[in-house]
């Protein structure tokens, strides 16, 4: 399991400020949106739930693995269940796969002028969201950034929610 965290002091109290941690299957994914719970339990070690994005990651043993689409409901029924192991294999394991719901948002840029990053189609999970950077070359400026996901820009940041199917985000640049 690789982790990192930045801890600050804090009247004597070390507070994590960040942390990541690599998820099986899917890579480096970054905690400082999810609220997270160490367990007792001597299988399911810690519990990471994303609230808006129904995103669920667990340690379990030695490796994180994660989950999409996981109700609320269903992420405080587990925290609060008395074998958590028990709870994962019921309830969890089987009916939130990430793997069975994923899907490609390829960025593209239209013409000349500017680049998009990232540059590589971008796997994303059901329901999860993606950005992208959008960066004009010296003497351009973004024109649009459209394409089939939808999604709003702001300032040179293009955000995405809701992804439920394969898409495209093309960048368009002007002089």
């Not at 339990?41 to 490796?63: E, G, H, M, Q, T």
Request: charge should be neutral; include cysteine; aromatic fraction near 12%.
């Amino acid at each position: 399991m690789i982790s990192f965290a930045m801890y600050v002091a804090v009247g004597g109290v070390s507070v994590v400020q960040a942390e990541t941690i690599f998820v099986k299957y899917r890579g480096m994914v970054d905690l400082s949106e999810f609220s997270c719970t160490d367990t007792e339990s001597s299988f399911i070690r810690r519990i990471c739930y994303k609230r808006v994005d129904k995103y669920l990651v667990v340690l379990l043993n030695d490796a994180y693995y994660h989950y999409c689409q996981v109700p609320q409901d269903v992420a405080q029924q587990w925290l609060s269940a008395e074998s958590k192991g028990k709870f994962y294999n019921a309830k969890i394991k089987g009916n939130f796969d990430c793997r069975l719901s994923g899907y490609t948002v390829t960025p593209s840029v239209s013409g000349v002028g500017g680049a998009i990053d990232p540059s590589e189609p971008v796997l994303v999970y059901s329901g999860e969201r993606v950005s992208f950077s959008i960066m004009a070359n010296s003497g351009y400026s973004i024109d649009s950034v459209g394409g089939t996901c939808g999604g709003k820009l702001s300032g040179n940041m293009f955000k995405i929610d809701e992804i439920s199917s394969d898409c495209t985000v093309i960048a368009k640049f002007r002089q």
